[in-house]
């Protein structure tokens, strides 16, 4: 059983449900995830109800983007013996101390909050940044770093590994605790911080940021034979548009992969090579590729067990589910008594 003796400090971090993760997700998250169990009490969750946010989606996807999510995250290693890995909608305290943080939070702490701005630009809901334009935005996307807020007071988390985006989510929840601690003159609620951590850049294969949307993702779950056609692709410095040509690694998409995959020697004969038009950009690239496909090939089998026992996966989830609402329950029992609810 996963021990949850509050000795550790405390972590909690969502992900919302994006289905089958890829190789941004792994360096950006994931991998960072995975080393911080061993050191904090962890609550992985998936961050179901967020994705509502951005408004309907289909209910069926939902559903299998997180259990694919959930089966990636096993194969890379999460463990539920160490981590408590649960849905946030299996949690409903998260909705009821959602709607009591809402009873708090001045809504000028909400308008002005750059990455909700930004979402909501990208999204096409607004297209100027001032008062009058933020304040049309629907409350659930408005409102929800006040929902994540919820998520992670409920588990009196320390420490929330996230990218810097969300830094303004975690001010807000901080700003969340301190008021509810003086309105209701108790002592509830630490004050978390952001976990930040060096994140590896990691492109698409067209040179972009690597998302799905874009279609530019290695995902982690591709056979073998599509990542080396889509890594042997991959855009590389635009200057060696002929094999003679030489290059800098420094401009080259491909060479963020090699940085995170290959050898000290491995780089050192790729960036003479490159710079002196030495090799190919294509056999500069297999030698990367051949360090992913065997990082992959263990990924994949772990995966293929856990796509065979789906049962087990479910499992995972109503166990993590089972020890989240134990712990949702003692806090909403403290934060009832001083509300008066
Ligand atoms: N808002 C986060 C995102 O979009 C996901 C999230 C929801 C989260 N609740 C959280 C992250 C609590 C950290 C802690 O990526
Ligand atoms: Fe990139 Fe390698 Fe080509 Fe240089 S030789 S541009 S590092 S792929």
Excluded at 25 to 34: A, E, F, Q, R
Excluded at 203 to 223: C, E, H, I, T
Excluded at 256 to 275: A, D, Q, S
Excluded at 299 to 306: S, V
Aim: glycine share 6%; hydrophobic share 35%.
């Amino acid at each position: 059983m996963t021990d949850t003796t509050p000795t550790r400090q405390t972590i909690v971090s969502g992900f919302r449900p994006t289905g089958k993760l890829h190789l941004g997700h792994l360096h950006g998250t994931l991998t960072n995830w995975v080393r911080l169990q061993s050191e904090y009490r962890c609550f992985f969750f998936v961050a179901d109800w967020h994705a509502l946010t951005t408004g309907k989606t289909d209910a069926d996807s939902i559903r299998s983007n997180t259990e694919e999510m959930v089966i990636d995250w096993l194969s890379v290693g999460l463990d539920p013996n160490q981590s408590v890995i649960f849905r946030q909608s299996d949690v409903k305290e998260h909705a009821e101390l959602h709607l009591l943080f809402s009873m708090i939070t001045p809504t000028p702490w909400l308008i002005r909050n750059p990455t909700v701005k930004e979402q909501a630009r990208e999204l096409g809901f607004i297209d100027s940044d001032d008062e009058a334009a933020v304040a049309t935005i629907h409350y659930g996307l408005l409102g929800y770093p006040v929902l994540q807020a919820a998520d992670i007071l409920m588990y009196k988390a320390q420490r929330v590994p996230v990218g810097v985006d969300q830094v303004p989510h975690i001010e807000l929840t901080r700003e969340i605790a301190r008021r509810f601690n003086t309105v209701y003159e108790a002592s509830i609620f630490p004050e978390p911080q952001a976990l930040l951590t060096e994140i590896p850049k990691i492109l698409g294969v067209d040179g972009r940021k690597m998302s799905k949307s874009y279609g530019n993702a290695v995902v982690l779950s591709d056979p073998p034979q599509e990542v080396d056609t889509k890594l042997s692709r991959m855009m590389t410095d635009p200057r060696r548009a002929r094999r003679r040509d030489p290059g800098d690694p420094a401009d080259c998409p491909a060479f963020h992969l090699h940085r995170l995959y290959c050898t000290p020697e491995e780089i050192e004969f790729v960036t003479n090579g490159c710079k002196t038009a030495d090799i190919g950009c294509l056999e500069c690239k297999k030698i990367m590729i051949k360090h992913v496909l065997d990082d992959l090939a263990e990924f994949r089998e772990k995966r293929r067990y856990w796509e065979n026992h789906r049962d087990d996966v479910r499992d995972v989830l109503r166990e993590g589910e089972r020890q989240a609402v134990d712990i949702a329950r003692q806090t909403m029992a403290e934060v009832r008594e001083v509300v008066g609810v």
